[in-house]
């Protein structure tokens, strides 16, 4: 938080204030419990190719080395890696199919 507040302009496209709001939450309702504030993303099919999605997992990285050690603990996922994640589940027996569907409407090119 400190850091956001001497070097707001550190990060262009992760929203780190934001983040921070959200992991004070859930420091101060959970405070005895393991927790953890998962960060999910949406990038289109040809990320790569654009520099503000390239910047913004570049954010992303750096932001996930910087808290690595506190609590709650954070993890960041596009909902690409998501669903990578999800492929080699076998249960519930809904989740293929699923998986498609969610592939077909939001795995897109810009």
């Known amino acids: 938080m400190e850091q956001a507040i001497q ?3 550190r990060y262009r496209y992760l929203d780190v204030a934001q983040l921070t709001k959200h992991a004070f939450g859930l420091a101060y309702n959970f ?3 393991e927790v953890c ?3 999910l993303f949406w990038e289109p099919s ?3 190719d ?3 999605f390239r910047v913004h997992r570049n954010e992303v990285a750096l932001f996930s080395s910087e808290v690595a050690n506190s609590f709650p603990s ?3 996922f596009s909902y690409r890696d998501l669903w990578a994640t999800w ?3 076998t249960s519930p027996s809904w989740i ?3 998986l498609t569907n969610i592939r077909e409407r939001y795995n897109t090119e810009i």
């Open 7 to 9: 070097e707001p302009l």
């Open 31 to 33: 405070p005895n419990d």
């Open 37 to 39: 504030l998962l960060y």
């Open 46 to 48: 040809n990320a790569s």
């Open 50 to 52: 654009f520099e503000e």
């Open 74 to 76: 954070f993890k960041a």
């Open 87 to 89: 492929d080699s589940l």
């Open 96 to 98: 293929k199919e699923h």
